[in-house]
């Protein structure tokens, strides 16, 4: 497992599919009875696959990502040619249209919520931001004079720049005050460290400690790092706001399945409606393909145009 560890960072994968990539291998090793891959063969990874796809009954991404995990194991850490797997059986992935709230829906569950998550959940739909690059954030990336936050990193390991709304303006600024007190208060007794991504502590050895590099959305405790020992402050967890967003859904009796991201899906369908173009649409959500963006065209044209032919009567 280190070695597929090792494997993952050198192609700078992030640490959510380095972990789920060491699951899927795990659970490969025992389906068959913990005999080593290389000893098994290529000839191992259909029977696995369709054994969750039948007797585990997981949905099409959960298959997908399993198999890519088992060929990722032979193809980059093995370094074994895999092949044309015969009898695989695929999940055909169903094509789902995004959930999207109404915008009286966003006001309602937004307006009872409160805090920091409140703050985190305007700033997801504000900005369209998917929760995890809601979490990394670093007060540097929050561009205040010109109103853009730059997203590090995100989907894809790719960077953006997205609008940052001026009604958060002041609301961010008052709590990037409090983050630097924060962090005032982690320096006066030993800690204040950062955790950097790649190897930037050894090329700027003092940045881990400035006020720049710090998560606008710090976690309440530090953490030991197992490698330098130092105490650094991570982020916030992903269920402070989650927790928050689904109590405020309830609140507001909103029956929808929506979730933190369904304030994105609501992002761009709403600026779609407002008349931004699909482009800007595009590139403010960091989408690769034209045809993921062209989703939220599909939810706005059957929301806005069409007529019930029971109104025609």
């Known amino acids: ?75 980059d850490v093995l370094e074994m040619e895999v092949g044309h797997l015969s009898g695989l059986r695929r999940i055909q992935r169903p094509a789902r249209l995004p959930i999207v709230m109404a915008v009286e829906e966003v006001r309602d569950v937004l307006t009872r919520m409160h805090g920091t998550p409140r703050l985190m959940a305007e700033l997801l739909y504000g900005s369209g931001l998917r929760v995890t690059e809601c979490m990394t954030l670093r007060i540097k990336d929050l561009n205040f004079r010109e109103g853009t936050i730059n997203i590090r990193s995100g989907k894809g390991g790719k960077d953006r720049v997205s609008v940052l709304p001026a009604r958060l303006l002041q609301p961010l600024q008052q709590h990037v005050l409090r983050v630097a007190s924060l962090h005032k208060h982690d320096l006066t007794y030993g800690r204040g ?45 992903e269920s402070n706001v989650q927790i928050a967003f689904k109590r405020a ?51 706005h044209h059957a929301i806005r145009r069409t007529v019930s032919p029971l109104d025609r009567l």
């Open 193 to 237: 460290f950062a955790p950097l991504p790649n190897a930037l502590d050894r090329k700027y050895p003092n940045a881990s400690r400035s006020l720049a590099w710090q998560f606008v959305f710090p976690s309440r405790v530090t953490r030991a790092c197992p490698h330098s020992g130092r105490l650094l402050r991570w982020h916030a967890s």
């Open 249 to 299: 859904l309830a609140d507001a009796g909103i029956s929808k399945h929506a979730s933190v991201h369904t304030l994105r899906h609501s992002f761009a369908t709403h600026l779609l409606a407002g008349g931004t173009d699909i482009r800007t649409i595009q590139l403010l959500l960091g989408h690769r393909n034209l045809k993921t963006t062209m989703i939220y065209t599909h939810v």
């Open 1 to 75: 497992m280190d070695q597929v560890s090792t494997i993952c960072r050198r192609r700078h994968l992030s640490l959510r599919t380095e972990e789920a990539y060491r699951f899927w291998i795990r659970r490969y090793i025992l389906f068959h009875r913990k005999q080593h891959p290389r000893d098994v063969g290529t000839a191992g990874i259909t029977p696995f696959v369709n054994y969750l796809t039948t007797e585990q009954r997981v949905a099409a991404s959960t298959q997908s990502q399993a198999l890519n995990a088992v060929l990722f194991l032979y193809r």
